[in-house]
């Protein structure tokens, strides 16, 4: 397996444009995460799926900020608009037990 | 919100040297716990579980003091490349639910 993949690597907009960060998990995985990481704040948890359905969104910080999972191999972080203080690095996780597998993750800078 | 407190260091050691670092979580009804190794600009990855009893991998020992609340991890002979932030992981209901990290020790090791 290929592991966790996330798509795009880095991504740069400006400020009040819509933000598409995608995620493929690893196959047969029931759990998906998504983080945001910035110097400041860490590793903050935004939402998790479990069997695609969200259980926990009460980090995403606010509606402008909203996750997608359709189907058990894919899932979106939309963030629109966006405003500089979404730059970070956001990271995907999928996990079937225990230990969480995340992706590369998608830097994202917002001008 | 459970809470994961590590100190943010950054930890400088000599290359051979040991050096240790705790966590604390102020959730007692966790039941799982984790040391991630972070490298610079990657994705977290797993170092290690974390049992009741204390594991070993190497030159890594982790232990668990459930009564104190607080993990800790060791590094023996430390090398260069153990140069990293070290997170930890606490899961506070079983299974994948609500994994939560810690912002990380930052590890510099020095020849």
């Given at each position: 397996d290929a592991g966790v993949i996330q798509s795009p690597r880095h991504e740069v907009t400006e400020m009040g444009q819509e933000v598409t960060l995608r995620c493929k998990p690893i196959s047969g995985h029931d759990y998906l995460f998504w983080y945001r990481q910035t110097m400041m704040r860490g590793l903050e948890l935004l939402i998790y799926f479990n069997n695609n359905v969200p259980i926990d969104d009460s980090g995403m910080p606010e509606d402008r900020f909203s996750a997608k999972m359709p189907n058990a191999s894919f899932s979106t972080l939309k963030i629109q608009?966006?405003?500089?203080?979404?730059s970070a690095v956001y990271f995907c996780a999928s996990s079937f037990g225990y230990e969480a597998f995340f992706g590369q993750g998608t830097r994202l800078t917002v001008v | 919100r459970k809470e994961v407190e590590q100190d943010p260091g950054p930890f400088n050691v000599p290359e051979g040297a040991t050096v240790a670092f705790n966590c604390t979580y102020?959730?007692?009804?966790?039941q799982s716990f984790f040391w991630y190794r972070q490298d610079c600009r990657k994705e977290p990855k797993l170092l290690m579980s974390v049992y009741s009893s204390g594991n070993e991998d190497g030159r890594f020992t982790a232990q668990l003091n459930r009564a104190s609340q607080y993990i800790s991890l060791l590094i023996r002979?430390?090398?260069?490349?153990?140069?990293a932030t070290y997170l930890c992981v606490v899961n506070?209901?079983?299974?994948?639910?609500?994994l939560t990290f810690g912002k990380g020790t930052h590890l510099i090791i020095q020849p």
């Open positions: 608009p966006s405003e500089p203080r979404d | 102020s959730n007692s009804a966790s002979d430390s090398k260069l490349s153990d140069s506070g209901g079983g299974g994948a639910d609500g």
